[in-house]
């Protein structure tokens, strides 16, 4: 069974820090990964997702992530965060199993960035 | 563009009641997931669905069912409600094909409290 983890349950981080979250997950086949972003008292929104190809993905307001496939690593990055970044954010890993999917979240981790 | 619709977005209930939530996806979606997010936790699959048949099981207990029907919308039926039921009840679907396959788009939620 596929697993995720996040390695930081709350990080506190002022304006303009970068930023790195961990994430690792465990399954021997195929996967997509996917970052997802929660914002207080809002539902998961996509921030970028891994499918193939450049291991280096880019997605929304300047957050990239690398999958590093020998670490069964997909970090999230931001080289200088605002306060309104300041949300939870969701690793997250779908198996593909027989053609069917689900998606398997990480614990999650709270950004917090102090103006 | 169209996003995933729940209703309603808030339900109150009291122990032993029943509570039916509804999804409807995307147009053109035909896989619809259910997700539980209790306080502080990170969402849990329940079940998934693809073409009106069950596609996966999760950590679904056995007082919720749920279905999807011709027009591709779920619903999710709970009944015998516990105090810990009360969670953010999210819905995702996603596409079979094209650009978007295997990526999921998530509802807004439905917040139910049990009393």
């Known amino acids: 069974a596929q697993s995720v983890s996040q390695h930081n349950h709350h990080v506190i981080l002022s304006e303009a820090a970068s930023l790195e979250l961990g994430c690792n997950y465990s399954?021997?086949?195929?996967?997509?990964l996917f970052w997802y972003v929660q914002y207080p008292g809002q539902h998961l929104q996509l921030l970028l997702k891994?499918?193939?190809?450049?291991?280096l993905v880019k997605g929304i307001k300047g957050f990239e992530a690398e999958f590093i496939k020998s670490k069964f690593s997909f970090n999230l990055r931001k080289p200088s965060v605002q306060w309104s970044d300041t949300a939870e954010y969701f690793c997250?890993?779908?198996?593909?199993?027989?053609?069917?999917?689900?998606?398997?979240f990480g614990t999650g981790t709270k950004l917090q960035v102090i103006p | 563009a169209a996003g995933v619709i729940q209703s309603p977005r808030h339900l109150i209930k009291e122990k032993r009641e029943t509570a039916t939530l509804k999804c409807y996806p995307i147009?053109?979606?035909?896989?619809v997931y259910w997700y539980q997010q209790g306080p502080g936790q990170d969402p849990q699959f329940l079940i998934s669905f693809y073409e009106k048949m069950q596609s996966d099981k999760g950590s679904i207990p056995d007082r919720f069912s749920a279905q999807q029907f011709s027009d591709y919308h779920s619903e999710l039926n709970m009944s015998s409600l516990e105090l810990g039921d009360s969670a953010l009840y999210f819905c995702?679907?996603?596409?079979?094909?094209?650009?978007?396959?295997?990526?999921?788009?998530f509802g807004p939620g439905t917040r139910l409290t049990v009393l």
């Open positions: 997250a890993v779908n198996a593909h199993s027989g053609g069917y999917q689900k998606v398997t």
């Open positions: 891994y499918f193939s190809g450049d291991p």
């Open positions: 147009p053109r979606h035909d896989t």
């Open positions: 399954y021997g086949g195929t996967v997509n």
């Open positions: 995702a679907s996603s596409p079979r094909a094209g650009s978007s396959y295997n990526e999921q788009f």
